[in-house]
């Protein structure tokens, strides 16, 4: 894996960590009662025991991040593609699970001093409706507000088909036009769900709810408009790979600045609302959150239902669909070191080739190609292999193999380690092959074999 390859994932990957870091130090400031997932009393908020606990907490957690964040440096002294992948995903895996451990000990000293203090209330674990907030959810935006950008999307997708463009130019496009109009479905979500109560302050969970809903509404139809233009863009400029690869950075830069501001505005809009609530009757649901972050209720008939604090929506683990759900982002998330793993095998094996009677086999995992010894036109040893790229198969330190563009020859079949000199050309009557052996000496001696043939 060369070094801009490894930039490409790192700018990928890399924004995970302080999207994480900010997210969960942002939990330590007091929203609607919470604090790191623990619902306290406003007295309570002001002890120094908890306010100790939310400064060890950052702490740590930023102790945490800076580990993180100059791991991946270790990536380029890694030379080969299979460990450099993995080397990033098992990265990346840890820049996942290690600040929600840091969050999970300190919300359960905090969930202890709770307890030890008998900070709790008379409406614990109570589900709680204001039918005045129930009513104002129903005002929903038009519909119409996402039909223009649907239309936009759809235009690639009928011109694909109509002029016949390719299955995959067509497919690209019908799963942009679908991504937008899934975001109107998602928009509809959140009037299937509660207002926003925290205690009896109506007026206050009112404010709460708009707040919510605003931003929630502001993302979706945001991504409904900017999906649809992506995808016009790339229909019409899908010759241009250097305007489609910027095109995909801007959008999936706007995406992330989309999201991660109305989720902060709103986490503000939060905690500046709820400041001085919590001095007489307060709801608190801790029961009902794991960790004080998994939402887990037999009694709440919702699946998705919305998180505690900020924009976001979660999924209730006491439902079928919710384990389904967790059980497959958990086996998703244990998989990545794998992926690097799954390419080792085919890393690591040698290139061979062996001539029989009458064919030629070059071997890597399987038989790559297998060339009949009466359908070679001309043969020629190369000292220095060509520059190429890639257009189907693996491109690897020790293997190049599938189909590449080759510098003054063209499109060749390739099965080669690219490291060890000379290489055989092989002409064909319908294709080139460039092969070679990880045995430079034998490589020579194939080639040997095969002029004295192709000569007699």
């Given amino acids: 894996m060369n070094n801009i390859l490894k930039i490409v994932l790192l700018v990928a990957f890399y924004p995970v960590l302080p999207i994480l870091y900010f997210m969960l130090r942002n939990e330590s400031k007091p929203k609607k009662n919470i604090i790191l997932g623990v619902t306290l009393p406003y ?5 120094e025991s908890v306010s100790h606990i939310c400064i060890s907490f950052r702490k740590h957690l930023g102790i945490t991040a ?13 030379k080969y593609s299979s460990i450099s992948t993995t080397y990033l995903m098992t990265w990346l895996l840890m820049t996942i699970v290690l600040p929600y451990i840091i969050f999970t000990v300190f ?7 709770k307890y030890q203090n008998n900070w709790t209330t008379n409406a614990a674990g109570r589900i709680i409706l204001d039918t005045k907030v129930s009513v104002q959810l129903q005002k929903k935006l038009s519909a119409w507000l996402f039909m223009p950008p649907f239309v936009a999307s759809l235009i690639p997708v009928i011109h ?19 991504f937008v109009a899934a975001f109107y479905l998602f928009y509809r979500i959140l009037y299937r769900q509660r207002g926003e109560i925290i205690d009896g302050d109506t007026v206050l969970s009112m404010a709460l709810t708009r707040v919510r809903s605003y931003n929630w509404c502001k993302v979706w139809i945001g991504l409904a408009w900017l999906t649809g ?15 489609i690869l910027i095109a995909t950075a801007v959008y999936t830069a706007a995406v992330l600045l989309i999201v991660i501001n109305a989720e902060f505005s709103v986490r503000k809009s939060q905690e500046q609302l709820t400041a001085s609530s919590g001095k007489d009757y307060y709801l608190d649901d801790d029961q009902y959150w794991i960790n004080g972050m998994f939402y887990y209720n037999p009694n709440d008939s919702h699946t998705m239902i919305k998180d505690r604090v900020g924009n976001n929506m979660t999924i209730n683990l006491a439902k079928p669909a919710g384990k389904v759900l967790v059980a497959l982002a958990i086996i998703v998330l244990l998989a990545l070191p794998f992926t690097g793993v799954l390419m080792m095998p085919s890393e690591f094996t040698p290139v061979s080739i062996e001539v029989t009677g009458t064919s030629l086999e070059a071997h890597h995992t399987s038989i790559a190609y297998e060339i009949s010894l009466n359908d070679v036109q001309s043969t020629e040893l190369l000292d220095v292999l060509p520059r190429m790229s890639k257009t189907n198969g693996l491109n690897m330190e020790t293997v190049l193999k599938g189909n590449f ?47 004295s043939q192709i000569a007699n």
């Fill in 107 to 113: 919300h359960r000293k905090l969930k202890r001093l």
């Fill in 43 to 47: 007295d309570a908020r002001q002890e």
């Fill in 229 to 243: 233009l992506f995808n016009v863009f790339i229909w019409l400029y899908i010759s241009n790979a250097p305007g």
């Fill in 160 to 178: 694909a088909i109509y002029n016949r463009s390719g299955w995959m130019f067509a497919l690209v496009f019908i799963i942009d036009a679908m």
């Fill in 66 to 78: 800076l580990f993180l964040a100059v791991l991946p440096v270790g990536v380029f002294f890694v």
């Fill in 405 to 451: 563009r080759v510098d003054g020859i063209g499109a060749c079949e390739v099965c080669l380690n690219p490291s060890v000199s000379p290489f055989i050309a092989i002409n064909t009557d319908d294709t080139i092959y460039l092969i070679n052996t990880a045995d430079a000496v034998k490589t020579q001696n194939i080639y040997t074999l095969l002029a």
